[in-house]
């Protein structure tokens, strides 16, 4: 509809304005809640002046539309809600603000919608909103399917329209108990669930609803997270930064297998000096990266050799400052690109369309866009996955650069290795992180920069010449080495200072690593040696060939547990007594690894538990969960 002027109102509008206005409304449903209440709204004559306008009650559960549906109604969104707005946010973000939009002074609000605000970035101007009312209680029913055909995480909120008061009552619904709820008849579901809140409800007070994320969660929980944070220092005070992997805008151009890299420096040695290895986000785990054989081809951005990290990029092997950075022309730039590095110059040349078309490039089309940090990349870090449902960090050595799907945190940090794939910081951050599913139900986080950047971590940072220090961590080591566990956790659970807890905690993730890689060379030899040996072994499932499936099988069942996979397979009586040699081999070196994994692991989680301090009874809370 054609907007119009203030100074037009003074004149009748025109017929096609009318016309125009009662089919944009027809087409639209405006809905004006005080023209259709308005005696809800609106005093009588003669009302005293203190009038309480608005519904006593409001009860709803908001349709469940994604922020992708909603492009055509954003700006509108953005200026009548202004105080939840996000571009991220979902339609039952606007709901909630609706809500109390038109609810008295004093007036009750009961919702059963998506939880999901309560930690996703876009929530937090609902999470504002909703911790400045009076919430009454909240029903977490998590995974469970309230609504037959959605998952949406629901929960029910009930609240009064009046300032903050605490504690709130908070239920968290198991599956088992939902079950009995769904399973029981009629009325009897309401009378199960108020039976429910009865027995388990805890109370939780307002540090657990900070506007950067809630922690729903019971008070005894709440109590160690509270703890946790009281001994601990968010990691973003403790940590050189947090950076993100590297964006290219177009992967196929810049990363590489093994046999692009070695035509690539047969057809040019100097080739090699720009191809770097690379590890991608899944490759990461607990302890240990399994690398999936790819090279990035690392071309910085002309400009950076200009700019302040011109000093930090010269220190990375093999990069010097491009002979066409200073060229006038993209034509100029290119011949001498051409004459640097001819076959990485034919392998972008091939692609020249599409990396033109990225919005992540250099100065010139077959530059990365600009970094500041390539230089982080050749040193040591921690480096861990955007998106996880365990503790996946690894501390790479080896000079490893990182595509977008993982973060690095600079230095050699043992000991901060040991704290962040514990089970105790898990536990922090399935309460502090968004999750992809319910995290305490297997639920995968998003362990984005900006939200681990608050876990909390204890001192970590041990004086390694203090004598104290050095003479406590020999003393453990040699327990360890020597197989002498009791003696070893006796020593760890009554003795030590933080300190020197913390410096023992990383001389164990040293060896967790160290057996993760001597657990992946016996596991790759046996892989190896069936599929040279066994050639129609590839059809065997990947998962179960490649990812420790045939391990967990031998260790529980023995040889014949992996044999069982080939019993289909043709092969001579010769060749089957060398798998079945081959297999208890493997399965005989194995079994110990396996066995030192759990056993350092342990050992790391009950120091961590104790730098942190944690009770008895609290670290039964956490491993309850597993």
Known sequence: MPALR???????????????????????HFFHWEFEFPEVFFPPAGTPRHYNPGFDAVVGNPPYVRQEQLSQNKEFFKKAY????????????YFFARAFAILREDGRFGYISSRQFVKAEYGEGLRRLLASRRLIKIVDFGENKVFENASTFPAIFIAENAPSQYP???????????????????????????????ERASKIGADAFEPDSWTLATAEENEILRKM??????????????????????????????????????????SEQLIKPLLVGDDVRHYYAKPSGQYIIVIPSSSDFDGPSAEELEKVVGITPHPWKDARSEDEALKVFSRTYPAIYRHMLERKEKLRKRQDQGKWWWELRSCTYYHLFEEPKILYPVIAKEPRFYLDIRKRYIND????????????????????????????????????????????????????????????????????????MHHYHNGEH???SALLKD??????????????????????????????????????????????????????????????????GVLEKFRSKRMSPRVLSDLKAHTAEAIGKLRPIYAGLAETGGLIDGIVYRLYGLSEEQISIIESED
């Open 6 to 28: 203030l100074e037009a109102l003074a004149d009748p509008p025109k017929k096609n304005h009318i016309a125009e206005a009662v089919n944009f409304a027809r087409e639209h």
């Open 168 to 198: 709130v009552l908070y239920t968290r619904v198991s599956k088992s108990a939902f079950s009995e709820i769904v399973d029981a008849p009629g009325e009897e579901k309401v009378t199960k669930l108020e039976s429910l809140e009865a």
């Open 405 to 476: 799907k993982l973060f690095a945190i600079p230095g050699e940090e043992w000991p901060l290795l040991a704290v962040l794939n514990s089970r105790a910081a898990f536990f922090y951050a399935k309460s502090l992180l968004s999750s992809l599913g319910d995290a305490k139900d297997g639920g995968r986080l998003e362990l984005r920069a900006v939200h681990l950047s608050r876990l909390p971590v204890p001192n970590l940072r041990p004086d390694t010449e203090d004598e104290r220090v050095v003479e406590f961590v020999e003393q453990a």
């Open 495 to 560: 003795k030590g200072s933080p300190d020197q807890l913390a410096a023992v905690a990383g001389e164990l993730a040293k060896q967790m690593q160290s057996l993760h890689e001597q657990r992946l060379e016996a596991e790759d030899d046996w892989v190896d040696w069936v599929l040279f040996s066994i050639p129609s072994a590839k059809n065997i499932p990947k998962g179960w060939l490649y990812d420790s499936g045939w391990v967990a099988d031998g260790l529980l069942h023995g040889v014949d």
């Open 229 to 270: 944070r009281e001994v601990g220092v968010p990691l973003a005070n403790y940590a050189d930064g947090i950076y993100y992997g590297i964006k290219t805008g177009y992967n196929k151009a810049f990363f590489i297998d093994e046999a692009t890299r070695s035509r690539l420096i047969s057809e040019d040695p100097k």
């Open 82 to 93: 202004a105080d939840v707005w996000a571009g991220k946010a979902d339609l039952y973000t």
């Open 486 to 488: 009791e003696r070893l």
